[in-house]
T-cell receptor, first 115, second 113 residues
C-alpha cells in the first residue's frame, strides 16, 4: 500500500531482551518521526530523521533506545535490555518535507509488551 | 516548552447531537495545529489542519478554527454519527526546528444510536 508500514504489529518480550521495531515510510518522504504512546495518553516524541540524518533524539528516554535510518528510507527503533516501563505503542510517522504545515502520516504502530 | 491541553473524556452523545472538543495550546512562535482521529484498532488519521491564525480547517463535517487570541483550536461537528465514535487528538507542530508534534492526551467520543 501507499501508507506508512510498521512491523511487527505486536511484540511480546521478556524483560532484559532486545527488540527491534521497523518502519517503512511513504516513498519520497524526507522526514521520519518516532513516537511512544502509553495507554490512555497522547503520543510523545522520541526522535526525528531528515533523510538519513538523525537531527533530534531529545525524546529518547534512555541510552537503551537507539534509532537508525541508514539509507534515508526504512527506519529501525531498537530497545536494548527492555524494561516493563517500555511497554507502549510505538508509532512511526513520515512527512514529505521538513516544514511545519506538512501533516505527518502515521503507521498503525507496534504494540510492545514487556513481561 | 510547548504544550497542548484537551478536554478530558469520555464524551458520550446521542446521534445527531452537536459536538465540541476543546483544545488549547501554549507555544513559541506560530505553530501549525492539527486534529487526528484514532478509530478502534487503527492508527492515527489526519482529520483537519490549520497553519495560521484565523484559518479554518474542515473535513467530514468537522471544523476547527485557529484562534491566536485565545490560543485555541476547538473541534466542532454539527451532527455526530455512531461512526464518529473514536479517540480525537489535538496536536501542534513546532514553528521551527524539527516540526515534531506535541499531542494532547486525547478525548474519547462515544456516540449512541
Amino acid at each position: 500500500g501507499a501508507g506508512v508500514s510498521q512491523s511487527p504489529r505486536y511484540k511480546v518480550a521478556k524483560r532484559g531482551q532486545d527488540v527491534a521495531l521497523r518502519c517503512d515510510p511513504i516513498s519520497g518522504h524526507v522526514s521520519l518521526f518516532w513516537y511512544q504512546q502509553a495507554l490512555g495518553q497522547g503520543p510523545e516524541f522520541l526522535t526525528y530523521f531528515q533523510n538519513e540524518a538523525q537531527l533530534d533524539k531529545s525524546g529518547l528516554p534512555s541510552d537503551r533506545f537507539f534509532a537508525e535510518r541508514p539509507e534515508g528510507s526504512v527506519s529501525t527503533l531498537k530497545i536494548q535490555r527492555t524494561q516493563q516501563e517500555d511497554s507502549a505503542v510505538y508509532l512511526c510517522a513520515s512527512s514529505i518535507a521538513g516544514t511545519g504545515g506538512q501533516p505527518q502520516h502515521f503507521g498503525d504502530g507496534t504494540r510492545l509488551s514487556i513481561l | 516548552g510547548d504544550s497542548v491541553t484537551q478536554m478530558e473524556g469520555p464524551v458520550t452523545l446521542s446521534e445527531e447531537a452537536f459536538l465540541t472538543i476543546n483544545c488549547t495550546y501554549t507555544a513559541t512562535g506560530y505553530p501549525s495545529l492539527f486534529w487526528y482521529v484514532q478509530y478502534p484498532g487503527e492508527g492515527l488519521q489526519l482529520l483537519l489542519k490549520a497553519t495560521k491564525a484565523d484559518d479554518k480547517g474542515s473535513n467530514k463535517g468537522f471544523e476547527a478554527t485557529y484562534r491566536k487570541e485565545t490560543t485555541s483550536f476547538h473541534l466542532e461537528k454539527g451532527s455526530v454519527q455512531v461512526s464518529d465514535s473514536a479517540v480525537y487528538f489535538c496536536a501542534l507542530s513546532e514553528a521551527s526546528g524539527t516540526y515534531k508534534y506535541i499531542f494532547g492526551t486525547g478525548t474519547r467520543l462515544k456516540v449512541l444510536a
